[in-house]
């Protein structure tokens, strides 16, 4: 296959592939994985994506790049260094950690793409982790000793926290909140959002019964499957569950992506990398996007356009869109924006089903769209995730397999 080609300028660009993906099964906050450190959960994903390319030597590994949310408790430190550490990987193997948030992953993916795009490493390993189950409360630290009165521990867990008093308040309600500003804005009601969480649960307990998961997901001693699925849900049974974040309003902990914990991990390398097996998908656009905080549900529309544009292509020639479900309300609102057929969207379900650890669902979607294309032999795919305080980030991926 063609690995180089000329930019714009002439210049010589080398083309960045998929080799691999994995993850570990997503457990429930306070579920299996609850006494795993997330240092311990990222070491695995390390391990099982390196057990896919058993012919590679890890001293060629040029760099790993990770993704991590919250890097405030045992994630801390950089927890990508410590994941290679920990995974036994030679200690000449460099690493670094990310933070954008739910986007984080993902990030590390695109990064690490660029990487061998400008021809600085062959071989990088990017992926992330989050243990929302293990995150800290926190304390602001004094600026001088023995203060007078009493200080809040904060939880880490999820948003926003230790607020600057500077930002404006529409820009920091909740992320519930700001999803039932974006159902009011679209007119996306309950019932359409209890259906699509339906559909994410059906989804994935069909793919993982199908064995499609088989080969993407890294068995944990502590657990085997993801931990959030229920196949036995309905429309009917999310009807009686009472709204989170407004008495009259339409989230639900149904209609919503949970609390979790897992890790996820890609190799990605140049076309002559010589990894001993062959790519499954090119990184052909990248896109990001930013806009007010509290639309950030809606930011996925215009980082995949940007993506699409710079692979060359449209909305038209996709087959296969992996998109995080952080909401449903703003899963069907980007969905509705692209146009594209809602059946092709999450088709091995979602993150409300799977589960949302954040730090480790863009690499998520990321395995899982190339594994779709791989497995349908379609050639374009989208994978897309929205990111807290108003940001976003999609990848098109053509598949080579």
């Given at each position: 296959?063609?690995?180089?080609?000329?930019?714009?300028?002439?210049a010589?660009?080398?083309?960045?592939?998929?080799?691999?993906?994995?993850?570990?099964?997503?457990?429930?906050?306070?579920?299996?994985l609850?006494?795993?450190?997330?240092?311990?959960?990222?070491?695995?994903?390390?391990?099982?994506?390196?057990?896919?390319?058993?012919?590679?030597?890890?001293?060629?590994?040029?760099?790993?790049v990770w993704?991590?949310?919250?890097?405030?408790?045992?994630?801390?430190r950089?927890?990508?260094?410590?994941?290679?550490?920990?995974?036994?990987l030679?200690?000449s193997?460099?690493?670094?950690?990310?933070?954008?948030?739910?986007?984080?992953?993902?990030?590390?993916a695109?990064q690490?793409?660029?990487?061998?795009?400008?021809?600085?490493?062959?071989?990088?390993?990017?992926?992330?982790v989050?243990?929302?189950?293990?995150?800290?409360?926190?304390?602001?630290?004094?600026?001088?000793?023995?203060?007078?009165?009493?200080?809040?521990?904060?939880?880490?867990?999820?948003?926003w926290?230790?607020?600057?008093?500077?930002?404006?308040?529409?820009?920091?309600?909740?992320?519930?909140?700001?999803?039932?500003?974006?159902?009011?804005?679209?007119?996306?009601?309950?019932?359409?959002?209890?259906?699509?969480?339906?559909?994410?649960?059906?989804?994935?307990h069909a793919?993982?019964?199908?064995?499609f998961y088989?080969?993407?997901?890294?068995?944990?001693?502590?657990?085997a499957?993801?931990?959030?699925?229920?196949?036995?849900?309905s429309?009917e049974k999310?009807?009686?569950?009472?709204?989170?974040?407004?008495?009259?309003?339409?989230?639900?902990?149904?209609?919503?992506?949970?609390?979790?914990?897992?890790?996820?991990?890609v190799?990605?390398?140049?076309?002559?990398?010589?990894?001993?097996?062959?790519p499954?998908?090119r990184?052909?656009?990248?896109?990001?996007?930013?806009?007010?905080?509290?639309?950030?549900?809606?930011?996925?529309?215009?980082?995949?356009?940007?993506?699409?544009?710079?692979?060359?292509?449209?909305?038209?020639?996709?087959?296969?869109?992996?998109?995080?479900?952080?909401?449903?309300?703003?899963?069907?609102?980007?969905?509705?924006?692209?146009?594209?057929?809602?059946?092709?969207?999450?088709?091995?379900?979602?993150?409300?089903?799977?589960?949302?650890?954040?730090?480790?669902?863009?690499?998520?979607?990321?395995?899982?769209?190339?594994?779709?294309?791989?497995?349908s032999?379609?050639?374009?795919?989208?994978?897309?995730?929205?990111?807290?305080?108003?940001?976003?980030?999609?990848?098109?991926?053509?598949?080579v397999?």
């Amino acid at each position: 296959m063609a690995n180089a080609h000329p930019d714009d300028r002439g210049a010589p660009v080398t083309d960045a592939y998929l080799y691999a993906a994995t993850r570990t099964p997503f457990g429930r906050f306070g579920g299996a994985l609850a006494e795993v450190r997330p240092d311990d959960l990222a070491a695995a994903a390390v391990t099982g994506v390196l057990a896919k390319a058993p012919g590679l030597d890890p001293e060629r590994i040029g760099d790993v790049v990770w993704g991590c949310a919250n890097q405030a408790g045992e994630d801390n430190r950089n927890v990508g260094r410590m994941a290679v550490l920990l995974a036994g990987l030679p200690v000449s193997v460099p690493a670094v950690t990310v933070n954008r948030l739910c986007g984080s992953s993902l990030d590390a993916a695109m990064q690490a793409s660029r990487t061998v795009e400008a021809g600085d490493a062959d071989v990088v390993l990017a992926g992330g982790v989050e243990s929302m189950t293990r995150a800290p409360w926190v304390l602001p630290k004094p600026s001088r000793a023995f203060p007078a009165g009493n200080t809040t521990a904060v939880s880490t867990t999820l948003g926003w926290r230790l607020v600057n008093e500077r930002m404006p308040a529409e820009w920091t309600v909740s992320l519930g909140e700001a999803n039932e500003q974006l159902g009011e804005r679209f007119g996306i009601g309950r019932e359409r959002q209890d259906a699509f969480a339906v559909r994410s649960h059906d989804l994935a307990h069909a793919a993982w019964e199908a064995g499609f998961y088989d080969d993407l997901v890294t068995p944990l001693e502590q657990l085997a499957r993801d931990e959030g699925i229920r196949p036995g849900s309905s429309v009917e049974k999310l009807a009686g569950l009472e709204p989170s974040f407004r008495p009259d309003g339409t989230i639900t902990a149904g209609n919503a992506s949970p609390l979790n914990d897992g890790a996820s991990a890609v190799l990605i390398g140049s076309g002559d990398a010589g990894l001993g097996l062959d790519p499954i998908a090119r990184f052909a656009g990248r896109g990001t996007y930013a806009l007010a905080p509290q639309d950030f549900g809606f930011a996925p529309v215009e980082a995949a356009d940007r993506a699409l544009a710079r692979a060359g292509i449209g909305w038209d020639d996709v087959a296969a869109v992996e998109l995080n479900e952080a909401f449903a309300v703003q899963s069907i609102a980007c969905v509705d924006a692209w146009g594209v057929d809602p059946e092709i969207v999450n088709a091995k379900g979602g993150a409300i089903a799977i589960g949302h650890p954040l730090g480790a669902s863009g690499g998520r979607v990321l395995g899982t769209l190339a594994h779709r294309l791989r497995e349908s032999g379609d050639r374009w795919g989208v994978a897309a995730i929205c990111i807290g305080v108003g940001q976003a980030l999609a990848v098109v991926l053509e598949n080579v397999s």
